[in-house]
Structure formats: structure tokens, C-alpha cells
């Protein structure tokens, strides 16, 4: 296990070492990225991300580092333990203008509006779970403490009327964990963001098969979008992604890329760039890559823009 651990840390470019504000300087250095669990869609691409800095931008190299995701990396990325972070709009919509877990507005930016996240909420099937309601009483994992799939299952949970800290046993575990307890039977019910697919979900439904099932999510949608807005919008996970006998119903987020406000206009630029001008390879990585469109890589209000990804998306 430790020597695939080291090949994979060689193959992904990612590490563990802390950043230190290298976005600020204009010289070259390490930039540390703020990812997400192990077996999600962000770890991946941002190894991809991490090679391509190295590759395309003089003086620069980049680490991938496994996270929690969201709410941590936008912390992360605020303290000057990362330089750039994958986040979820809602997360990031609650770090701009300072609600949820976080006290007042944090100065961060957007590179770009990325691809979507799925919201995957999955059950085992003898627990005889058919709505988010039925969910009162079980053993759930609500995902990595200060992530962004913890943000949608507490809001989610809520919604279908249960406290999450009351009406149910929460378990807040990592997705390789997550899916190991359902394996084992430990937790009945799962909630996981991330695109599609994620090979920790693969994993799942491979391994159970008919027992494990999907939540259809749509009675949720109106109350999210009446109390968070349009950052939750409808979307299908269609049968394919994991063999599912018929579409599942969900609830899709947008994807962030973000980084400190002080960051390097210039650096912020070629960062942006990569993005678009190297997005094959990035889709070599996770199919995921492929989501990203220049049609709406702007629309991160209300996160700021950063001045670099700004000049990019000018054509200056």
C-alpha cells in the first residue's frame, strides 16, 4: 500500500505540503491546490491541473492536495495554506458575502465557473429508504466535516423537515470511508457532491448492486431555490453513469475554481488560460473536464472575478 500510495503521489502530482502565499509573487514557486477526498472528481483533475502548471507556466510547479473540499479549501485558501481551491458556488456564495459557515465575506476570487457537481444521495435497500423524510432514525453520512457535501445534506435534511443533529445519526466520514460503512452496512444512507461519475460511487454500485439505490431529490429543489436561490438547479444522472435501471432526479451545483484576492493578476491570467487552452488534456484526467464552457466560465457571482481571469476572458 505505501509504495502505490508514492506511485501515485508521483503520477497525480500531489502532496502534502502546505503553501505559503506563493500566488502573490510574481517570481515562480510551489503553489499548493486544495482538492477534495481521494476517490472524488476534484483530486483527480487537480493532479491534472497541478501537471499542467508545471508544463505551461515558466518558473511555476504545483501540488494536489487531498482535502475535505469546499468550506476547508476556501479557509485554506484565505489562511495562505493554499494558493487555488475547488469549491461548490453555494459554498463560495457563502464565503462571499460572509453566511453559512463562515462569520463575514472572505476575500477570495473566481478563476472560473467549472463543471457541475451531482448532489448523489444514496441508500441501501434494506433499510427501506424512499424519501429524505424516511431518513429519521438511521445511521447517515453527511460527508467530510466543512465540505461542500456536507453544506447540501444538512440544507437537504432540513428541508425534508428533520434536524440533522436531532432526527438522525450523523456520521461525518470521508467518501472512501462513506463507502466502505455502506459496504458494511454501518451507515444505511449516504450523501455525496461530486461529477459524474465519481469512482468512489462506481466502486458502491459496482460492489452492491441492487442493494443500493438512488434518492430521487426533485421535492427538495423548491425549497433550496426559495431559500438559497438559483445556485441549486435541477439536473438527471442518466442510467449509464452507474447503471441505474431508470434517470435519477438530483440537484446539480456549479463548480468554482478560486484563489486569494492578492493573487498575481498575471499569474491568475495564465492559470485561467490553462483551463481552456489545455482542456483536452485536462479531460484525459476526467470527462468532467470537458463540462467546462467559456460560455459560462464568468458566471460566478457573487464571486468576484479575479482581475487575471478577468483579462483572459477580455482577450487582453
Not at 434494506?126 to 432514525?137: E, N
Amino acid at each position: 500500500m505505501a509504495a502505490l500510495v508514492t506511485v501515485m503521489t508521483i503520477l497525480t502530482g500531489c502532496g502534502g505540503e502546505r503553501g505559503s502565499n506563493s500566488g502573490d509573487s510574481k517570481d515562480g514557486g510551489r503553489l499548493s491546490i486544495a482538492t477534495g477526498n481521494t476517490t472524488g472528481v476534484y483530486y483527480q483533475l487537480g493532479g491534472g491541473y497541478a501537471r499542467l502548471i508545471g508544463q505551461h507556466i515558466p518558473g511555476w510547479t504545483a501540488t494536489a492536495e487531498a482535502t475535505g473540499a469546499s468550506v476547508e479549501n476556501i479557509r485554506r485558501v484565505v489562511a495562505g495554506d493554499s494558493d487555488i481551491a475547488f469549491t461548490l458556488a453555494d459554498s463560495a456564495a457563502d464565503a462571499a458575502t460572509g453566511r453559512g459557515s463562515f462569520d463575514s465575506p472572505q476575500p477570495v476570487r473566481a478563476l472560473a465557473r467549472i463543471y457541475t457537481n451531482y448532489t448523489q444521495v444514496l441508500v441501501r435497500s434494506d433499510a427501506k429508504i424512499r424519501t429524505l423524510a424516511d431518513l429519521k432514525g438511521k445511521p447517515v453520512s453527511t460527508g467530510s466535516p466543512n465540505s461542500g457535501t456536507e453544506v447540501i445534506a444538512l440544507r437537504l435534511l432540513k428541508a425534508a423537515g428533520l434536524d440533522p443533529d436531532k432526527d438522525v445519526t450523523r456520521q461525518k466520514l470521508s467518501l472512501p470511508e462513506t463507502v466502505q460503512a455502506m459496504k458494511d452496512g454501518t451507515v444505511k444512507a449516504m450523501f455525496w457532491s461530486g461529477g459524474l461519475p465519481t469512482s468512489g460511487v462506481t466502486d458502491l454500485t459496482t460492489s452492491l448492486k441492487d442493494d443500493v439505490q438512488f434518492l430521487d431529490l426533485s421535492p427538495e429543489l423548491p425549497k433550496l431555490q426559495a431559500e438559497f436561490g438559483p445556485v441549486y438547479q435541477g439536473a438527471t444522472i442518466e442510467p449509464g453513469v452507474y447503471k441505474t435501471p431508470k434517470p435519477v432526479s438530483t440537484i446539480g451545483v456549479p463548480n468554482l475554481l478560486v484563489v486569494k484576492d492578492t493573487m498575481d493578476a498575471d499569474l491568475a491570467q495564465k492559470l485561467t488560460a490553462l483551463l481552456f487552452e489545455h482542456q483536452a488534456d485536462l479531460v484525459k484526467v476526467h470527462p468532467e473536464a470537458g463540462n467546462i464552457k467559456r460560455e459560462t466560465a464568468t458566471d460566478t457571482a457573487p464571486v468576484v472575478l479575479h482581475p487575471g481571469a478577468q483579462k483572459y476572458f477580455a482577450g487582453q
